[in-house]
């Protein structure tokens, strides 16, 4: 096919791959939707996982680092406190701090390099700073110049206000005050965050100040974290990307290469699509390329039917045609009446014969549209040959065949699923058929019996038989084969072509048979149609 040379050579070696996705794939059965389904939704979900575990692993390292440092601040905030309480407490029975010794003790006991000391007394003054205490100035770059008159564009991150960070420092040494520990996150003056922690001075139960460890390095921990968050955002996108690229692969191309396999059909450069590499595939993909390869073959099929339906037709019309042609130019020689008459009655019957063709190939052309237009339903196999039996009896006449329904063992319902109207065409048909084969006053004798699920219909009659090797060949479009002294062109050859066409399109068939007798000598023919029985 033409598709398998111009589609096939772009995924050589492709459906190991597309397998082995497929086997990976089928561990997640328990993620609603089909294989390919859980195949996107799995990868989807593996990038977001990662960049999820990530965060949550992180924040949990950043957590547990806050939390190491306000022990760390609040182990040396009760070893300084204590130191003072010891060092630099006086007076009796009154105690209260000795600020100068205080502050040498905080100087010689801080670290200002880690974290920031401060001292307040007992009604919450600022008594010392480490910040006093050290030589160091701080310095910030300063903004690049602007022409005179310039406003700046760029919007200022708006920080907290002096009075708002005095206020909360405020509040966390009031509340040492009343002799409570109090540690927590908060903004300083430079609106960086910081970690802080008051410790009450408490001398038995009197309260005589407050000592306030801050660490400012909460923002370059931060800093560091986001920067470890980085490899699971690469990975997260690295996978997404891989999984896009892997979809793109597995369902868009594979999509595209069938819509112009499609199109290569459809503007008749092949009658099929054939993309066995796509076939071969165990998902979803792999059943589309299988259903549309098989329809498309059904359709291929189905035009060399239309083509050799045609030119069957074609013949068959071609023969009464010349006839009637030969007949109607013969007519005007010849004189004698008798003669004449023989030419006009060789007229009727071509007329008649072309009437039969035209109507069969009719009926033959419809029977598609009409198995497709039609639903399937149940249906009552004896009370329908019951019926066309009893239209049969009602119109025959002395001397003409006629037709008995003998059901085997009594039985006489069968239930199948399928169409009334075709079903009865295939029963008419047959018994058509064995009457025109049984001689005058015969009769022609329809049974009925269920074997194994299967409902079987008989037609029978007393005729001639059908020769050993014409068995199949009957079924044939318009092969016709009479006995001697018929009348010929009575039938056109269709109907037991188009009975067993229908009983193939409701999942049957449709086979021929001779009776024979205990000598072995043919007794007349026996038509077996089989249909899948629908429910009891």
Known sequence: MASATDTGRAETGRPGRVQALAAAASRFRWLPGSRLGRLILALNLLGLAILVGGALVLNELRQGLVNARIDSLTTQGELI???????????????????????????????????????????????????????????KALPAARARGERDL????????????????????????????????????????????????????????????????????????????????????????????????LVAQPVLRLARAADRVRQARSRAISLPDLARRDDEVGDLTRSLEDMTHALSERMDAIESFAADVAHEIKNPLTSLRSAVETLDLVQDPAARDRLLGILKNDIQRLDRLVTDISNASRLDAELSRDQPKLVDLGRLIGDIVSLYQATTRAGDVRVAFVPHGG???????????????????????????????????????????????????NGPGIPPENLETVFERFYTSRPKGAAFGGNSGLGLSIARQIAEAHGGGLRAENRTGADGQVLGALFILTLPEGLP
């Open 411 to 461: 039985m006489a319902a069968a239930m199948v699923m399928g169409r009334e109207g075709p079903l009865g065409q295939i029963l008419r048909n047959l018994i058509d058929n064995a009457r025109s084969f049984s001689p005058p006053g015969d009769v022609v004798t329809v049974g009925l019996l269920r074997v194994k699920g299967e409902a079987i219909a008989t037609v029978s009659d």
């Open 81 to 139: 406190a204590s130191i003072l309480d010891q060092a630099a407490t006086v007076g009796e029975p009154e105690p209260q701090m000795d600020t100068v010794l205080a502050t040498e003790l905080l100087q010689t006991l801080s670290n200002p390099a880690a974290q920031r000391a401060r001292l307040f007394d007992s009604h919450g003054r600022l008594v010392a700073d480490s910040d006093w205490m050290v030589d160091r100035v701080e310095s």
């Open 154 to 249: 760029m919007p200022r991150r708006a920080g907290p206000s002096a009075r708002d960070v005095r206020r909360a420092l405020a509040l966390e040494v009031g509340e040492a005050l009343l002799g409570r520990h109090v540690a927590g996150k908060r903004q300083s003056d430079g609106g960086e965050r910081v970690v802080s922690v008051s410790i009450p001075i408490q001398h038995v139960r009197a309260v005589l100040g407050v000592v306030t460890l801050e660490a400012n390095d909460v923002d370059a921990i931060i800093a560091s974290e986001r920067k470890a968050l980085i490899p699971f955002i690469l990975i997260a996108i690295a996978v997404t990307l891989a999984s896009s690229l892997l979809l793109n692969n």
